[in-house]
């Protein structure tokens, strides 16, 4: 299970940032794994599975999308998985810098 928490943080080695810039990295988290998991998984359907699909989204059914997903990419939890991963592996090679922008903004 995927968890972007203040544990994240620490594993991300971003603990020393301001309490408002990590709640805000762990929302920018959050809104870019969206992104990329729905660009990763929408690629391997078919524009009627897309269009399908929409329905749930549009209505915000998170239940019932989780259901659908489920059924007709039932390999999305490894999509997940696979797509939080990279953008983690992404933030680490960052660290100094967001630490040093953070920084910057703070004072």
Do not use: C
């Amino acid at each position: 299970m995927i968890r972007l928490d203040q544990k994240l943080i620490v594993e991300l080695g971003l603990q020393s940032l301001p309490a408002d810039h990590k709640s805000k990295l762990l929302q920018a988290i959050y809104d870019e794994l969206e992104i990329r998991v729905g660009t990763a998984i929408t690629e391997q359907m078919t524009d009627y599975q897309v269009s399908d699909f929409a329905r749930y989204t549009v209505d915000a059914n998170q239940a019932e999308a989780l259901s659908w997903l489920e059924e007709n990419i039932p390999h999305y939890k490894e999509i997940v998985a696979e797509e939080f991963e990279k953008l983690r592996n992404e933030i680490s090679a960052l660290r100094d810098e967001i630490s040093t922008v953070s920084t910057f903004y703070a004072e």
